[in-house]
């Protein structure tokens, strides 16, 4: 892929040996940490300029601005502290201390908690912003070095170098609930807007890697990426951008498709990169040459791909688009389409059945392409199969239909899992746990953004209350009936372990005919259904 250097904005210079950049919220200030001077830089992004150099303790590292933009929360190094800097006098206010050679860290979407890697005591501390203290720390693995907080806040994702893992933290309970293998220096991590997925870089196997975090598991990885350091996600969730020390590069990753889509050139060393809150402007912090570039974001259309039915929302961005009259995909006029501001459309694909140029005509005469949209095979759910299931989940669900060659996750409610296998007539999955028993929409998703729906049952593990008449000849051919919970599914009654005849009456009855005994004597009564197995011991007397 060629890679380009016109993008390039000018270079920001900023304090020595530069590493972390933070934006805030309303997207008018970058706060860059510099390791070398023990200071952080106050970038104005509307004059591209530092206002200001505020002074930390020895070897600022991470920083992160909180939800209201009140505070910014810097890692010092050097003296095992965080520093609290009040962003509307751009002074600190407070040293937390009690960290270990603190690296990464991050606040709460609440903005109640902040999270750091403690990188000398292999453990995550964690800070309450009201009183500035350390309330808890979560042992993890070797080398802790960054952490991402997913968007409920639930979940805390640590990168590891020296273990080479990736640990998932349960922020209620404050313990480690899984451990990610197999990668090779783990450097960057961050959360998709919509807590889907998490991306990590592997400085050492340049790449990176695609977290599903509803399964803990890598369902993807971008390969060709030399030197990974840092990763940004756009707000919209369809476009990272990503950090590459090893050719002094950053790269545009399309997160519908997980590719490279275009490498921009001539930075220094780049470490660590944000996108500020319009989606428009990416700041590369150079560790090189001790500078932070300004680079606006990748022109095109995002999504790029829809169904042949139409109705996908795309978001065109580009240049001197304020001023446009219309916009066309291929020969049809879009459905409708909103000019947000000089930077951005938000356009609704038309009905179409092919792949087609985007255009957009500014004013009355001038008319140029802006992207390009790939329409695809409108996606069908026929069938799922099983229809049920127990609410611990882990049993392989296979889906069924035409078009599904393109699926992206499948949904049980609010919950994502990414498919274990992909054919355009099947797709198959795990089944996620449930908190509660009951119906469950199933939702494929594709990346023709279609919708195939069905309809999943989580059933509660069954119970046996009574078994009437509980005796009976050892000839068998008795009826009795079974009365407990859960029993709808039921699959299989057996009597003194011999499969039983049996019909379901309800939920809570089931008719069953005892099969003959070898010998008088109680016989357990065991039902099992897609919920579990439940057994009464000796329910049942053969005579």
């Known amino acids: 892929m060629e890679t380009n250097e016109s993008l390039l904005a000018e270079e920001i210079p900023v304090g020595h040996a530069p590493i972390v950049a933070a934006c805030t919220p309303d997207g008018r200030h970058v706060y860059v940490t510099n390791f070398g001077s023990s200071s952080v830089s106050v970038i104005d992004t509307t004059t591209r300029s530092v206002i200001t150099t505020i002074g930390v303790t020895s070897g600022p590292w991470g920083v992160s601005v909180a939800p209201d933009g009140l ?60 009183t500035e203290t350390v309330i808890a720390s979560v042992p993890v693995g070797i080398g802790p070095r960054n952490v991402a907080i997913t968007p409920d806040g639930t979940e805390v994702y640590v990168t590891e170098e020296g273990a080479n893992v990736v640990e998932v933290i349960d922020t209620a309970t404050h313990t480690v609930i899984a451990t990610l293998t197999g990668f090779l220096f783990p450097r960057m991590v961050t959360v998709s807007p919509d807590g889907q997925r998490v991306y990590v870089t592997e400085y050492g196997g340049n790449k990176l890697d695609v977290i599903d975090t509803a399964t803990h598991t890598v369902v993807d990885t971008v390969t060709g990426l030399p030197i990974p350091f840092g990763v940004a996600v756009s707000h919209d969730g369809l476009l990272a951008y990503v950090a590459r020390d090893g050719d002094d590069s950053v790269s545009a990753v399309d997160l519908i498709r997980n590719e490279i889509i275009d490498t921009v050139s001539g930075f220094h060393a780049p470490s660590w990169l944000v996108v500020t809150p319009d989606d428009l402007e990416v700041y590369v912090v150079n560790n090189g040459n001790e500078t932070v570039s300004v680079l606006p974001t990748l022109s095109g259309a995002y999504p790029d791909v829809g169904p042949m039915s139409g109705g996908t929302p795309v978001h065109i961005i580009g240049e001197g688009l304020g001023n446009t009259t219309a916009v066309r995909f291929g020969c049809q006029p879009a459905t409708s389409f909103t000019v947000l501001n000089d930077h951005e459309i938000l356009a609704v694909a038309p009905r179409l059945a092919t792949d087609v140029k985007i255009d957009a005509t500014i004013g009355q005469h001038t008319t140029r392409t802006v992207g390009r949209f790939h329409y695809l095979p409108d996606s069908m759910l026929t069938n799922i199969s099983p229809t049920s299931g127990p609410l611990s989940g882990g049993g392989t669900l296979a889906l069924t239909g035409r078009g599904l060659i393109t699926t992206t996750s499948v949904r049980f409610g609010d919950v994502a899992v990414t498919p274990s296998s992909v054919l355009d007539d099947k797709v198959t999955v795990t089944v996620p746990p449930a908190e509660t028993a009951g119906p469950v929409p199933v939702t494929v998703v594709t990346r023709s953004n279609s919708y195939g729906r069905a309809t999943f049952t989580y059933v509660g593990s069954p119970g046996i209350t009574s078994v009437t008449p509980s005796t009976g000849s050892t000839a068998g051919g008795d009826p009795v009936l079974i009365v407990g919970t859960e029993l709808a599914s039921t699959q299989s009654v057996t009597i003194g372990g011999v499969a039983a005849a049996f019909g379901v009456i309800s939920d809570t009855r089931i008719a069953a005919i005892t099969p003959p005994a070898a010998a008088p004597g109680p016989a357990n009564v065991t039902v099992t259904t897609t919920g579990g197995t439940a057994t009464a011991p000796g329910a049942f007397i053969y005579t």
């Not at 800097?85 to 002074?91: G, L, P, Q, S």
């Not at 937390?96 to 990464?104: E, K, M, Q, T």
């Open 71 to 130: 505070r910014a929360y810097v890692a010092c190094f050097g003296n095992d502290s965080v520093a609290v800097i009040d962003t509307a006098t751009r002074t600190v206010t407070a040293s937390i201390p009690g960290l270990n050679s603190p690296l990464g860290l991050t606040v709460s979407p609440d903005g109640s908690r902040l999270y750091v890697a403690s990188q000398g005591g292999n453990r995550v501390d964690v800070i309450s912003t009201a």
